[in-house]
Nanobody, 119 residues
Framework: QVQLVESGGGLVQAGDSLRLSCTAS????????MGWFRQAPGKEREFVAQIGRNGGFTTYADSVKGRFTISRDNAKSTVYLQMNSLKPEDTAIYYC????????????WGQGTQVTVSS
């Protein structure tokens, strides 16, 4: 059974940094694409970043490009989201997601971690 557990959220001020972590209980983690999504109050969930199986491929939402960095450690079955220069509009619940090898969509989701950025 696939489980994703996020950590690292919190309350910070604008301009600060946070690093989110997501540890996955996926036997085939090294062949799994991982992503981060977020959902702000009253808004739909949106894509933030994605990383390929070996970390060589990454993609970002325009709103976070240049400020956020996604990375992974396959030995620890963990994916990270380093968030720098945080803005109040980054306030949201951040979710980790997994797309198993051969799957079309992100089918597995964590419970989410709250990130709040004060101005």
């Amino acid at each position: 059974q696939v489980q994703l557990v996020e950590s690292g959220g919190g309350l910070v001020q604008a301009g600060d940094s946070l690093r989110l972590s997501c540890t996955a209980s996926i036997r085939t983690f090294s062949t799994t694409s991982m992503g981060w999504f977020r959902q702000a109050p009253g808004k739909e969930r949106e894509f933030v970043a994605q990383i390929g199986r070996n970390g060589g491929f990454t993609t970002y939402a325009d709103s976070v490009k240049g400020r956020f960095t996604i990375s992974r450690d396959n030995a620890k079955s963990t994916v990270y989201l380093q968030m720098n220069s945080l803005k109040p509009e980054d306030t949201a619940i951040y979710y980790c997601a997994a797309k198993l090898f051969g799957a079309r969509n992100f089918d597995y989701w964590g419970q989410g971690t709250q990130v709040t950025v004060s101005s």
